[in-house]
C-alpha cells in the first residue's frame, strides 16, 4: 500500500508533475520559520495577539477548505456552516454543562450566570471537543444531500446549506435567535485570555497543517486526489467516491468546528448572520485564500492566508469605509488574472525548489 | 404556524390572496430566471451576480422617483444603464473566465456580487426602500371575504408578460437573437459560419444585465429593495432553472410562479422573518429532487 503513496513523481491531470514526497528541506525550513512567528509573535507585538490568533484561524480555514476545492476538486461555497455550527455547539456546551441554557439565553443580564473558573475551563474543553465532533458528523449527514452535485451545483447547494443555517439559528430563539448569545465571561485578565486562545488557535493551525501533511502522503490523499482528476474512472478503479468525499468532508468540519468554537470564545459575542455564518467574509475569504495560495497544494493555503490577512489588516484601515469593495475587487483580480496562486506560479517558475524534477528541463 | 394554517383554512379568500400575490412576484422571477438561462445556456457562465444587477436596476427606478418622476419612467432608463454596464462587466471580467473551468466564472461573479451590494451599500445606505408608484390599491369581495390588488401589480405583470414577449420575438426573429441560439447550440461550429462569438457573448450578458435591470424596476415598485437582498434574487434564479432546466421556455415560466406563490404560502405560514429560509429551503429542495431523479439514470447532477 505505502509503495503507492511513496512514489515520488506522478503526473495530475494538466501533466503538471506533482511532488509527494514527505518533508524537503524547503518544507522544513518554511515550518521552523511559522513556528518561531507563532512563538515570537505575541512576544514581540503583544498589542496584535488578538489578530495574529485570528491569522492562524485564517490559517486553518483556507487548508481544511483545500481539502475540498484544491485536492479533491469539490469547490465548496458553504464551508463556513462548519465555523458557525461548531461556534453554536461549543457556545451551547459550555452553558448547558451547568445551567439551563434556554434561561440563559433569554435573560437580559448573563452576569446572574456565574462560571466559577474550573466551570469555564472544563465548558471550553468539553465544548471544543463536541464542537469538533459535532460538526463532522453534520458533514456525514449532510453528505447524502450534497455529494450526488457536482461543479457549480455542489457550490451553490452548499452555499444554501451556510445562508440556510443563519436564516433558521436566526428563528430559534432557545440559542438566542437573532439577538445571539454572550459567551461565559474568561475568569481572568484581558491578557490572560488573548494569551489563552493564542495558543488554542495556533496549537489548531499547526495540528491541522501537520495531520493534512501526513494525510496527503496516505492512499487516502492519493484517492481523493483521484476523485478531483476523474470521478467515473476513480470509481470504476474501485476507490468508494461516497466515502472518500464524506469522510473528506468530515476532517475539514472537525477542524472548522475547533476554530468556530475558539473564535466564538475569543469575541465573547455570537449571533448567527455575521459572527457565526459569515458567508461573504470568512466564508469567501477561505476559498480566496486558497486561490491565492495556489489550491491543490500543501503550502498554497497556508501562504495565501499569511499574505491575504496582513494585506488585509495593514490595508483595512485606509480604505475608509471602501473596505468590502476593495475587498470584492481584490477576489475577482485574484481569480480572473493570477489562478495558479503563489505556489503555483512558484512551482512552474521553480519546479526544482519543490523536489520536482521536469525531463529535460535545465536547471 | 399551526394558527397561521387554521387561518387559512377559515378565511378562504386569504388564498386568492397569496395566489395572485405569489403569480405577480412569479412573473418577475421569471424574467431574472429567463436571463440567467439565457446565459448559462450560452456561454456556460452561472452568473451569482444575477440578484444584484435586479437590485441595481430598482435603485436606478427608485432613484428617478425621487427626482420627483414616475418610477415607471426608470424602466427604459434601467434597460439602457444595465445594458451598458452588462457590456462593460463583460468586457472587464466575464470575457476572461468564459473559456476557463466552470467554478472560476461563479467565484468571479460572487466577487462581483459583493462589490456591487457593498457599493450601493455606500451609495444608497442599507435602509430598505420602496419605488413608490402612487397608484391606487382595488378591493374585491370573493367567497365571505376580500382581497386586494394594487394596480401597480396588475401593470407589472402585463410590463413582464410584453418584456417576455419582446425577448422571445427578438430571440427568434432577429439576427443576432439567431446568432445567439446558433452559439448556445455549439460555439465552435457558430464561429466557423462566421459568427462572432466574442460579440454573442458581450450581447448576451449585456441582455442579461438589462432584463434584469427591468425586472428590478418591477421589484422595487411592488416590493421592496435593500442593497444585501441581492443574493436572495440571485438564489430564486438558481431555483427557478435548475427545477426547468435551460432552453425550456414553459417550464422557467410555471417554475417561477410556483416560486413565487411557495415562497408567499411560506411567508404567510412560517411567519416574514423565514421567507428566505423558504427560497433557500426551495433550493436545497429542487437540488435533493433532481439528485433523486439522475440517481435512477445513475449519474451526478452536472
Known amino acids: ?363 | 404556524m399551526l394558527d397561521n394554517l387554521n387561518l387559512l383554512a377559515l378565511a378562504p379568500v386569504l388564498n386568492i390572496q397569496i395566489l395572485l400575490d405569489g403569480i405577480f412576484i412569479g412573473a418577475i422571477f421569471a424574467l431574472a430566471a429567463y436571463g440567467l438561462a439565457l446565459v448559462w445556456g450560452v456561454m456556460n457562465v452561472k452568473n451569482l451576480a444575477q440578484g444584484e444587477f435586479v437590485i441595481m436596476g430598482g435603485y436606478i427606478a427608485w432613484y428617478v422617483g425621487t427626482l420627483g418622476i414616475h418610477p415607471l419612467f426608470g424602466l427604459p432608463i434601467s434597460i439602457v444603464v444595465m445594458f451598458a454596464f452588462g457590456w462593460v462587466t463583460y468586457k472587464l471580467i466575464i470575457a476572461r473566465v468564459v473559456e476557463k473551468d466552470m467554478f472560476i466564472s461563479l467565484l468571479a461573479t460572487f466577487g462581483m456580487a459583493i462589490v456591487i451590494q457593498q457599493a450601493l451599500n455606500l451609495a444608497f445606505g442599507p435602509e430598505i426602500q420602496i419605488a413608490d408608484s402612487g397608484l391606487p390599491t382595488h378591493s374585491f369581495k370573493a367567497l365571505g371575504g376580500s382581497f386586494t390588488v394594487a394596480e401597480i401589480k396588475f401593470y407589472s405583470f402585463l410590463i413582464c408578460c410584453f418584456l417576455a414577449a419582446a425577448v422571445i420575438a427578438f430571440m427568434k426573429k432577429s439576427r443576432m437573437g439567431q446568432a445567439i441560439r446558433a452559439t448556445a447550440q455549439d460555439a465552435r461550429a457558430a464561429k466557423v459560419m462566421g459568427i462572432d462569438t466574442e460579440q454573442v457573448f458581450a450581447f448576451t450578458y449585456a441582455l442579461n444585465a438589462a432584463i434584469c435591470g427591468a425586472a428590478g424596476v418591477m421589484i422595487s415598485m411592488i416590493w421592496v429593495i435593500q442593497p444585501f437582498y441581492g443574493i436572495t434574487h440571485s438564489i430564486r434564479s438558481f431555483v427557478i432553472v435548475t427545477a426547468a432546466g435551460f432552453g425550456n421556455l414553459p417550464g422557467v415560466i410555471t417554475a417561477a410562479f410556483g416560486l413565487g406563490i411557495a415562497e408567499q404560502y411560506g411567508g404567510f405560514i412560517l411567519g416574514a422573518e423565514l421567507q428566505q429560509a423558504t427560497v433557500v429551503g426551495m433550493l436545497l429542495f429542487v437540488l435533493m429532487w433532481r439528485q433523486l431523479q439522475m440517481r435512477r439514470h445513475r449519474q451526478a447532477v452536472q
Open chain 1, 1 to 363: 500500500m505505502m509503495a503507492v503513496a511513496e512514489k515520488s513523481v506522478e503526473q495530475d491531470e494538466v501533466g503538471k508533475p506533482t511532488a509527494r514526497r514527505n518533508y524537503t528541506a524547503n518544507d522544513i525550513m518554511m515550518f521552523g520559520a511559522i513556528v518561531l512567528f507563532g512563538i515570537l509573535g505575541p512576544i514581540l507585538f503583544p498589542n496584535y495577539t488578538f489578530q495574529i490568533a485570528v491569522l492562524w484561524l485564517m490559517v486553518l480555514f483556507a487548508q481544511t477548505w483545500d481539502v475540498m476545492g484544491g485536492q479533491m476538486g469539490y469547490n465548496s461555497l458553504g464551508n463556513i456552516f462548519f465555523f458557525g455550527a461548531g461556534m453554536y455547539i461549543c457556545t451551547v456546551t459550555q452553558i448547558g454543562l451547568f445551567t439551563d441554557v434556554g434561561a440563559y439565553t433569554s435573560s437580559t443580564d448573563q452576569g446572574n450566570f456565574n462560571f466559577t473558573p474550573d466551570q469555564y475551563y472544563i465548558g471550553v474543553a468539553v465544548g471544543l471537543v463536541f464542537a469538533a465532533i459535532g460538526s463532522a458528523l453534520l458533514a456525514v449527514a449532510l453528505g447524502w444531500i450534497v455529494f450526488g452535485l457536482r461543479g457549480p451545483y455542489f457550490a451553490i447547494g452548499t452555499l444554501g446549506i451556510a445562508l440556510a443555517a443563519g436564516e433558521l439559528i436566526g428563528a430559534w430563539e432557545w440559542v438566542g435567535g437573532g439577538g445571539g448569545i454572550p459567551i461565559p465571561v474568561y475568569p481572568g485578565s484581558g491578557d490572560g485570555k488573548s494569551f489563552f486562545y493564542y495558543v488554542l488557535c495556533f496549537a489548531s493551525a499547526i495540528a491541522t497543517f501537520l495531520f493534512l501533511k501526513w494525510l496527503y502522503s496516505t492512499r487516502f490523499g492519493l484517492a481523493i486526489n483521484a476523485i478531483r482528476d476523474d470521478e467515473e474512472k476513480a470509481e470504476a478503479m474501485g476507490v468508494h467516491t461516497l466515502r472518500h468525499k464524506t469522510v473528506a468532508w468530515a476532517i475539514s468540519a472537525f477542524f472548522l468546528g475547533i476554530a468556530g468554537g475558539l473564535f466564538g470564545n475569543m469575541t465573547g459575542f455570537i449571533e448567527p448572520l455575521e459572527v457565526a455564518f459569515p458567508t461573504i467574509t470568512f466564508g469567501i475569504f477561505m476559498v480566496a485564500m486558497a486561490l491565492l495560495g495556489g489550491k491543490g497544494t500543501i503550502w498554497g493555503p497556508v501562504l495565501g492566508a499569511i499574505v491575504f490577512h496582513i494585506v488585509k489588516e495593514a490595508t483595512w484601515t485606509y480604505f475608509l469605509g471602501w473596505q468590502w469593495i476593495a475587498l470584492g475587487v481584490i477576489i475577482i483580480i485574484n481569480i480572473v488574472f493570477f489562478q495558479q496562486g503563489i505556489v503555483g506560479w512558484l512551482q512552474e517558475k521553480y519546479p526544482h525548489w519543490f523536489g520536482i524534477e521536469v525531463e529535460g528541463a535545465s536547471k
